[in-house]
């Protein structure tokens, strides 16, 4: 398949992963969509991809959101809104039970670590296996699953205070 | 039944259920409405495989080619098969081969007496010709004499020996323009 239609075909199916860890790293949807363009370009403008497809998207992501947010820092002051989750959603009023779980979960999820945010974004949001989220973020196998396990702690902890 | 090897201490039960756990925890991280991307991204992203996929050089290839080929069509048509046509008079006099001038050949000529009918053939591209008038030397018997300037691209020859003037119109016709000078 020419790498401009598999480009095409992984952007589809993981539009919403790649804007998410995006979102996640630069925490403004606009500069999110920013860096999920630059990565698309700078993949096709390459023409080869080396491995695993899906990982190698999701690292050009991520370096391109980290390459516009060390711009942004020096550039930017007004505020950003930072949220990786629909605001619509997470202040509507009269949450059901389940609504107020997944809302402490958001609120969790956001007050993660960068490092554990991205490998469960990537995970939960992305579908993908611990091998490609350790080829998306350049770390070793044991350290994906690390800070995963972390992250999971970290929000069950969070969930249990909640159900208490 | 040796209870004490069915029984399981809470870290393997923690080791057991945290699978589970995990699995549940990443359903409902992925049930949360996440903010979505504007349509613009995918408007611009589309507009990225475009522009790779059928870059600007591969869509005006098809234009280029055509162009090209009406260019070449035209350029062979105009000089290298064309064929210019003199046509007068009554008799009709062979004329012995005439020299060629670098690249042009003449294959068959006719001279009449009160005019002239010439067949041309160009065998080469010479672009230089392309400027017009140009004068040949249409010879005593109105033979045609390859002059230095003759070059069948053009569209306008003169014989100023006998003062005649051969004009071409597209695509095969020629004709000749004022009297020839009487013998």
């Known amino acids: 398949m020419p790498p401009d239609r598999l480009i095409a075909d992984l952007y589809r199916q993981h539009a919403q992963g790649l804007f998410s860890v995006a979102l996640a790293i630069v925490r403004d949807a606009a500069i999110a969509e920013d860096a999920v363009h630059d990565a698309v370009s700078r993949v096709l403008d390459r023409g080869t991809i080396d491995g695993d497809a899906v990982a190698y998207l999701y690292a050009s992501v991520r370096n391109a959101a980290r390459d516009l947010l060390r711009r942004r820092r020096v550039r930017r002051a007004e505020p950003i809104d930072d949220r990786i989750f629909d605001p619509a959603w997470t202040s509507e009023p009269g949450l059901s039970c389940d609504q107020e779980l997944r809302h402490a979960l958001a609120g969790a999820i956001e007050s993660l670590p960068p490092e554990q945010q991205e490998v469960l974004l990537m995970r939960a949001v992305g579908r993908l296996g611990f091998e490609q989220i350790a080829a998306a973020i350049g770390a070793p196998l044991g350290t994906v699953a690390s800070r995963y396990s972390r992250g999971v702690d970290a929000l069950r902890h969070q969930l249990q205070e909640v159900a208490q | ?183």
């Open chain 2, 1 to 183: 039944m040796n209870d004490h090897t069915s029984s399981t201490t809470p870290e393997d039960h923690g080791r057991d259920v945290r699978p589970a756990v995990d699995a549940a925890i990443e359903r409902l991280i992925a049930a949360i409405p996440l903010r979505r991307p504007s349509g613009m991204l995918d408007v611009r992203i589309g507009a990225l495989i475009e522009r790779h996929t059928h870059p600007w050089w591969k869509r005006a290839a098809p234009i280029a080619a055509a162009a090209g080929f009406a260019l070449a069509i035209g350029f062979v048509a105009g000089s290298w098969m064309s064929q210019g046509r003199l046509t007068g008079g009554e008799s009709r006099t062979q004329l012995p081969a005439l020299p060629t001038d670098g690249g042009t050949a003449i294959d068959a000529r006719d001279a009449r007496d009160a005019g002239l009918n010439m067949v041309l053939r160009d065998s080469s591209v010479r672009p230089a010709a392309l400027a017009a008038p140009r004068s040949i030397d249409l010879g005593e018997e109105g033979a045609l004499q390859a002059a230095e300037s003759l070059w069948i691209r053009t569209d306008r020859f003169h014989d100023p020996r006998r003062g005649v003037t051969i004009e071409r119109s597209y695509p095969e016709t020629w004709t000749l323009v004022g009297a020839p000078a009487a013998d």
